[in-house]
């Protein structure tokens, strides 16, 4: 069983940073596609980032340029590096691990971001 917490949102005016950080319950990287999602008030939840096994990253349209993910792999934590915010950016954040091999799949409880002046 794969446990993810996530933690680091909260709340930044328009232009701020955040970084955001997915705990995960060990070195898991190796076998799962890490992502960050994200689910807007009256909104379907949308894909974010990805970085897989190998380090490759991935982004949505929306974010590409702004937001970075990464992976600490002393610390077994995945990172969300959102910069140039803006208040569209609003939502609340999951980490999610997915290994499409064993169709396995493991979210978060999710961090709220408001983004306002």
């Known amino acids: 069983q794969v446990q993810l917490v996530e933690s680091g949102g909260g709340l930044v005016q328009p232009g701020g940073s955040l970084l955001l950080s997915c705990a995960t319950s060990?070195?898991?990287?190796?076998?799962?596609?890490m992502n960050w999602f994200r689910q807007a008030p009256g909104k379907q939840r949308e894909w974010v980032a990805a970085?897989?096994?190998?380090?490759?990253?991935n982004y949505a349209h929306t974010v590409k340029g702004r937001f970075t993910i990464s992976t600490d792999n002393a610390k077994n934590a995945v990172h969300l590096q959102m910069n140039n915010l803006k208040p569209e950016d609003t939502a609340v954040y999951y980490c999610?691990?997915?290994?499409?091999?064993?169709?396995?799949?493991?979210w978060g409880q999710g961090t709220q971001v408001t983004v306002s002046s």
């Open positions: 999610n691990a997915h290994n499409p091999l064993i169709s396995q799949e493991y």
């Open positions: 060990g070195n898991i990287f190796r076998f799962y596609d």
């Open positions: 970085i897989s096994g190998g380090g490759n990253t």
